[in-house]
């Protein structure tokens, strides 16, 4: 059964990091499109981060610069490395993972995505 859940979540600092992962079970991950993306209470979720099967990356305007996504195939992991968080990347954070209609394609839409995680708290203080 396909699986995500996300760690590394938790309390910091503005200006501060953190590195959020993701370990996916019961499906080829290597084949796989996987994103980020966070909700802020009394907002809608949001696309922060994609990465495609052939490792192409998109990122939101809001976080471009300050985040960074990878994953590890061979350990069937995602990653999203946080620098320079700000009280507005507040939010719980969940992995996502979509079979792609081809190697280059990734998508912050959270419509594209089949499988979800639980998903991990991130709060930044001022």
């Known amino acids: 059964q396909e699986q995500l859940v996300e760690s590394g979540g938790g309390s910091v600092q503005a200006g501060g990091s953190l590195r959020l992962s993701c370990a996916a079970f019961g499906f080829i991950y290597s084949a796989y499109c996987m994103a980020w993306f966070r909700q802020a209470p009394g907002k809608e979720r949001e696309g922060v981060a994609s990465i495609g099967s052939g490792a192409v990356t998109s990122y939101a305007d809001s976080v471009k610069g300050r985040f960074t996504i990878s994953r590890d195939n061979a350990k069937n992991t995602l990653y999203l490395e946080m620098n320079s968080l700000k009280s507005e990347d507040t939010a719980m954070y969940y992995c996502?993972?979509?079979?792609?209609?081809?190697?280059?394609?990734?998508?912050?839409?959270?419509?594209?995505?089949?499988?979800w995680g639980q998903g991990t708290q991130v709060t930044v203080s001022s």
């Open positions: 996502a993972a979509t079979f792609p209609p081809y190697e280059s394609w990734n998508s912050l839409r959270e419509y594209a995505y089949n499988y």
